[in-house]
């Protein structure tokens, strides 16, 4: 069956460390997302992908970023990461002719 | 911009009674409209979606949602909620047409009692 994972599903890290998210998509989705998740905020765009080599910022990009080197992955990267960054953080995909999305199981990041 | 607005940021409800979880959103179309769940410690999975026609739509675990154009609201309901239905539960909005992503509401944490 198609599938959506991420890795590490648990990361704590030090401030100023570079972090990176993995996530990777069986599905052959064009489009891949990424969102931080915080109470009270719900879900928060980060970058987002519309295939190989496209990138777009969300509304909260700032410290990250991500590459499309082929369709299957989009890791997130966390240039230099600080405590306000420790959240839990989802991929997703979805087809490029349709907008439901699917999401990965999440990964816990605590930044100390 | 399009925007939604999930009033309740949490509800209790008994076991066995009927649930309604209010959605409002602000777009300036006919937008395509879902309903997602996240159980504890898990990712979102889709319950319905509304793209076009019937504006009721039936969805998975016994839910369905009514989209009313006129009040912009896209309310999911059950008739009788299971304690396996706590959960945190998320509206999302997408465009018709063209190329941007969904957008999501805060969420309303559902928590069921005996």
């Known amino acids: 069956d198609a599938e959506i994972t991420q890795s590490p599903r648990h990361k704590i890290t030090e401030t100023g460390r570079q972090v990176t998210l993995a996530c990777h998509q069986t599905?052959?989705?064009?489009?891949m997302f990424w969102y931080r998740q915080d109470l009270g905020h719900g879900l928060r765009l980060i970058h987002y992908?519309?295939?190989?080599?496209?990138?777009n910022k969300g509304e909260v990009s700032d410290g990250y970023s991500v590459s499309r080197s082929n369709t299957e992955d989009l890791p997130l990267t966390l240039e230099s990461a600080a405590s306000s960054q420790t959240s839990v953080y989802f991929c997703?995909?979805?087809?490029?002719?349709?907008?439901?999305?699917?999401f990965g199981p999440g990964t816990r990041l605590t930044v100390t | 911009a399009q925007s939604v607005t999930q009033p309740d940021i949490h509800i209790t409800v008994s076991e066995g009674a009927s649930l309604e979880l209010r959605c409002n959103y602000s777009?300036?179309?006919?937008?395509?409209l879902f309903w997602y769940v996240q159980s504890p410690g898990q990712g979102l999975q889709l319950l319905l979606k509304?793209?076009?026609?019937?504006?009721l739509v039936q969805g998975i675990k016994g839910f369905e949602a009514e989209f009313k154009r006129s009040q912009s609201s896209f309310n999911l309901r059950k008739p009788s909620v299971h304690w396996s239905d706590a959960a945190e539960y998320f509206c999302?909005?997408?465009?018709?047409?063209?190329?941007?992503?969904?957008?999501f509401g805060k969420g309303t944490r559902l928590s069921v009692i005996a």
């Open positions: 599905w052959n989705h064009n489009n």
């Open positions: 509304y793209f076009s026609g019937d504006t």
């Open positions: 777009y300036g179309a006919t937008p395509y």
């Open positions: 992908s519309y295939g190989v080599h496209d990138t």
């Open positions: 999302a909005v997408g465009p018709h047409s063209g190329n941007t992503p969904l957008v």
């Open positions: 997703a995909s979805s087809d490029g002719s349709r907008w439901e999305q699917y």
